[in-house]
C-alpha cells in the first residue's frame, strides 16, 4: 500500500523523512506473562505484514535472541490466529546472558544474520532499558563482529541503524509515562470478580476480609480496587499510613458495623509498609482486627490469579491501538530518531522517549527507598488527589436520567461521599426528571456501596413540567444539579439552562457526566457503562466462536445495541477480532456486503474456520439483521454456514467492569470540585446565582483530558436527529480493524501517526493472492 504518495517497496520512492524499513522483529522479554500480550503480537504483526514487511518471532524473550537458531522465525498472518483470548505464543523468559556485551554480541549476530534492524518491545522498565543499552552499543557490536570476520562490511552497511520502539507491559501499571499498562485492566478484573463473590459470603456471616493483592512497589491495582469495590481501608507502600494507623482502622471498622454494615473489605497491596519502611502483611492486619475488635476475619491472597484468565475488551483494544501505532513509529523512524515508548494519555496513544519514562519510573523507587513518599506520589502522577473544603454548607441534587448503564452508581457514591465531605448537603432524585417533577426528592447519606444503578431513572425530559421542577428546587433550596445519564440527560439540561430566563431557580451550576452503553454523547469519548458492554460482547463473542471449536467453517452474524451510534459495534469488533463491522456512520451498499462476502468466503478456504461479522442495531434500515444473514448463507454456501444472534439487552446488566467503577469514581469526585468550586464564585448576597453558559457544563473526556466543556458550545456538534456526535474519534479504529481482517485498503498516515483516510479497495478474484 502507499504511503503519503510513496510505495515503501520501491526503494527508489522512499521519503528519506519518512524511512519505511522492510523487516520488523516483534521481541518480547517479559519475566512474568500477563493478559493481554497476544493482542499486542497480533497487532505488530498483521500490521507489520500488512504494509509489506517482514515479522520474525523472537521465542523466550532476550534468551531466544542471544540462543538464535529455531527461536527466531518468520511470522506468517495465520500464526497469530485465534489468539485474542489471552496467553502468549512466543514464550518469554529471564535472559542473565543478555545483560553481559557477550551476550548482545550474540544476539546483534544473529539479528544481522536474518537483516533485522528493527525491535518492538514488550516488556517492563528492565526490558526496555536492555532494549535502549543494545541500541546505543549497536555500532560498536557491528564493528566487533566485522572484526571477528563473522559479517562482511556489506552486512555493516545495510544494518548499520537499530531502531526500537517499546510496549509497556505489566500487570502492576508501574510504568511513568502512560496512563494504562497491557494487563492492568484485565487484573482489576480477576480482582473484582474475587471481591464480588466474597462480599455475598462475607455479608452472610458477619465477615471481614482481608485481601492481598500484587503490587511489590506499585499500588495500583490495590488504590483503583478499593475505589472500585468500597473498600472500608486501603495499604499501598507509596502512602504509607500515619502512625497510630491501628486505632483509626479499627475505629473506622468499628463505626460501619455499628451503622448496620456486616462485611468489611481491607485490600493490602503485597508491597504495603509503614512510615518506617517495615512491611504490613494481611496476616497482621488479620491478627490486629481480630484481637482489637473480635471480628470474624478471613484473608485472600489473590496471588498469580491476577496474571490470567481472559484479557478484557479494554486490555485487547488498548493492545490492539498500540500495536498498530509500534509499527507505525518504526515506519517513520529515521537514523537520528531516540527510543520510543508507546503510551497512552488519557484516550490518546502517543509516542514518548523511552529512557525518560524509565528514567521516571526508577526516580520513583529511589524516592521510596530514601522514604521521600510526598515525591513518589508525585512522580505517579495518577495517585495524587487534591481536595479543599468550604465552611459554606450548599444543597446539591444528584439523579439519574435515561437507560440503565453499569457503574453509575459508582459515580453517584463517590459524588455523595465528596460533596459531604466538602460540607454539602447531599439530595438524591428518584426517577430523573419524572421523579423530580413529582417531588421525589430527600437527603441521602454515605452508605451507598452497592455497584449498580441504584437511583430509579426515567427517559422523561423536563420541558413539560420545567414550572413544578423549579418549584421542588426552590422547596429544597438544590444550589446545584449533577445530572448523571444519557442522551436524554444532555437534552434535559440543555431545556434546563434554556429556560433560566423565566425560572431563576435553574441558575445554579448544573453540570452532567456522560452514562451510556452506547457512548453516544458530545464532548466525550468514554461514558460510564460503555466499558462493561463491551466487555459483554467481547465475552459473548468469545463463547459464540468457543461453540464452533468443533465445527469446521462457520460464520456468525451479530446484532449489537448502540441506537444509530457503532460504537459497540466498532469497538466490540476490534477486540473480538471481527472479520466485518456495519455502522450507521460508514454507509454500505450491497457491493460492499458482496465484498466482504467474497473477501471471508476466500479467507474460509485458506486459513481460517470461524468467522465474526458484527451488526450496529440501526446501521441501515434495509440491511437488516435477517438480511446479512441469508445473503451470507446463500453466499457462502458449499464453504461455510451461518448462525445469527441479537444481543439484547444483556449488554446493559451484569456487575460494573472495574474501569467503569474507577471512571465514575473519579469523574463524580471531578464534578463535585467543579460544582463546590462554581458556588463559591457564584454565592453573592446570601444566594447562589449563576447564568453563564460556563456554569452548565457536561464533564467529558477529550484526548488526553478530563474537560468541563458548556453544553452550549456542544450543540454545534451534535447530530440531534441521529442522537450522535458529528465528529467521533472511534471512527480511526476502523481501519485498523479491517487491517487486523486482512483487508486491502489504501491509508494515509498523518504527522500523529494517527491513520486518518481509509478506503476499502474492492478486489477481484485475481487479486486475492496480493491480499495481505
Known sequence: ERVNGVDPRDPTQVNPQRTITHHLVTELPLIFLFPGMNGAVRAVVRMGIYVGAKV?????????????????????WESVSSMLQGGTVIGSARCKEFRTHEGRLKAAHNLVQRGIT??????????????????????????????QGLIDEEAVRRNSVLHIVGMVGSIDNDFCGTDMTIGTDSALHRIIEVVDAIMTTAQSHQRTFVLEVMGRHCGYLALVSALACGADWVFFPEMPPEDGWEDNMCQKLSENRSRGSRLNIIIVAEGAIDSQGQHISSDFVKNLVVGRLGLDTRVTILGHVQRGGTPSAFDRILASRMGVEAVVALLEASADTPACVVSLVGNEAVRLPLMECVQI?????????????????????????????????FNVAVLNVGAPAAGMNAAVRSAVRVGITEGHKMFAVNDGFEGFHKGQVGPIDDALKCPNCSLFRFRTLPGKHLDKIAEQMRIHNINALLVIGGFEAYMGLLELSSARDKYSE????????????????????????????????????????????????????????GGYCGYLATVGGLAAGADAVYIFEEPFDIRDLQTNVEHLTHKMKTSIQRGLVLRNENCNENFTTDFIYQLYSEEGRGVFDCRKNILGHMQQGGAPSPFDRNFG?????????????????????????????????????????????????????????????????????????KILAKYKIDYDVSESGQLEHVTQVRPKESDFSACI
Open 56 to 76: 520474525y518471532f523472537i521465542h523466550e524473550g532476550y534468551q531466544g535472541m542471544v540462543d538464535g537458531g529455531d527461536n527466531i522465525k518468520e511470522a506468517t
Open 118 to 147: 528493527n525491535l518492538c518491545v514488550i516488556g517492563g522498565d528492565g526490558s526496555l532499558t536492555g532494549a535502549n543499552l543494545f541500541k546505543e552499543e549497536w555500532s560498536g557490536l557491528l564493528n566487533e563482529l566485522l572484526e
Open 361 to 393: 519510573t526508577q526516580e520513583v523507587q529511589k524516592a521510596m527507598d530514601e522514604k521521600n513518599f510526598d515525591e513518589a506520589v508525585r512522580l505517579r502522577g495518577r495517585l495524587i488527589h487534591v481536595c479543599f473544603y468550604l465552611q459554606s454548607s
Open 506 to 561: 435553574f441558575c445554579v451550576p448544573m453540570v452532567m457526566i456522560p452514562a451510556t452503553v452506547s457512548n453516544n454523547i458530545p464532548g466525550s469519548d468514554l461514558s460510564i457503562g460503555s466499558d462493561t458492554a463491551l466487555n459483554a460482547i467481547t465475552d459473548t463473542c468469545d463463547r459464540i466462536k468457543q461453540s464452533a471449536s468443533g465445527t469446521k467453517r462457520r460464520v456468525f452474524i451479530i446484532e449489537t445495541m
Open 665 to 737: 469514581t473519579k469523574v463524580a469526585a471531578k464534578a463535585i470540585q467543579w460544582i463546590t468550586r462554581m458556588l463559591k464564585e457564584s454565592y453573592k448576597g446570601g444566594i447562589v446565582f449563576a447564568n453563564s453558559e460556563e456554569s452548565v457544563c457536561l464533564l467529558g473526556m477529550r484526548r488526553r483530558a478530563m474537560v468541563f466543556q458548556p453544553l452550549a458550545q456542544l450543540q454545534g456538534e451534535t447530530d440531534f436527529v441521529h442522537r450522535i456526535p458529528k465528529d467521533q474519534w472511534w471512527l480511526k479504529l476502523r481501519p485498523v480493524m
